[in-house]
């Protein structure tokens, strides 16, 4: 299995996942030229894609979903609520959530994020022995699903905002507030806590996600992470807006 970010933050998100069998999206939260420029530079087809995964309907995940698929009939998973809040009315590319989906040879575990809109999931996906996390867009990750995140290969999991300069920021309060809940998003310090409590002897990478570009610095990500020792050995991405990541492998 392999995985490239193709983009994240708040103007866009959009993962690539293959398999020797399997070509999947996680969102299409930007335009389709952009994401077509994009897997170019992975040598990749949009019409080769065979899955769409929409997290949930922010239009950061979700703008460029339905011009894709006026060009590509890729089956599209979301729940019917989602559906209908996109307009999602095409038949031949709607699928439902199920706790547990199969595309050839990904299986793809199900899991609800907290975040401010009904329905929102992160994924466990799992190739024959490899296995990895995606998750952003969360106030909190629920105790109840550790077990089923613990030790994965890699980890893509949001980085968002750093506290202080949150707190310090041009935001309104009610914005700053909202972020902050447990409907918003993880910040720096969360991000660091979950991954010390779910890393394990099988993990190899870990992408830091959804780095917001007004409350967040590199710098600031890294060094949150920095301090957590069990992460020496692991090799920590840090996915940008305008530049994918490096095809992994997993």
């Not at 007004?214 to 305008?242: F, R, T, Y």
């Amino acid at each position: 299995m392999r995985v490239c970010v193709l983009s994240s933050g708040s103007k866009g998100n959009a993962t690539y996942i293959e398999t020797e069998n399997a070509k999947i999206l996680i969102d299409i939260g930007i335009s389709y030229t952009k994401l077509e420029n994009k897997l170019k530079q992975i040598n990749i087809n949009p019409k080769e894609i065979n899955c769409i995964l929409i997290s949930h309907i922010h239009s950061d995940h979700t703008q460029g979903l339905l011009n894709f698929s006026k060009k590509n009939l890729a089956p599209v998973y979301l729940t019917p609520e989602m559906a209908n809040l996109l307009n999602i009315n095409n038949s031949e590319i709607i699928n439902f959530y199920e706790p547990q989906i199969n595309i050839f040879d990904i299986k793809i575990d199900i899991f609800r994020t907290s975040h401010d809109v009904d329905d929102s999931f992160g994924f466990v996906i799992t190739h024959q022995s490899k296995s990895m996390v995606y998750v952003t867009d969360t106030g909190y990750l629920n105790v109840k699903y550790f077990d089923q995140l613990k030790n994965k290969n890699l980890y893509i999991i949001e980085s968002n905002h750093d506290v202080e300069m949150l707190m310090k920021g041009k935001y309104p309060n009610h914005l700053k507030q909202r972020i902050l809940s447990d409907r918003g998003h993880l910040s720096n310090e969360d991000c660091n806590y979950y991954l010390s409590k779910l890393i394990g002897e099988n993990t190899q990478n870990i992408i830091l996600a959804h780095m917001s570009q007004d409350n967040n610095h590199p710098n600031l990500v890294l060094n949150a992470i920095s301090k957590n020792s069990a992460l020496k050995n692991i090799n920590v991405h840090l996915a940008e807006q305008n530049q994918i990541t490096e095809l992994i492998e997993v």
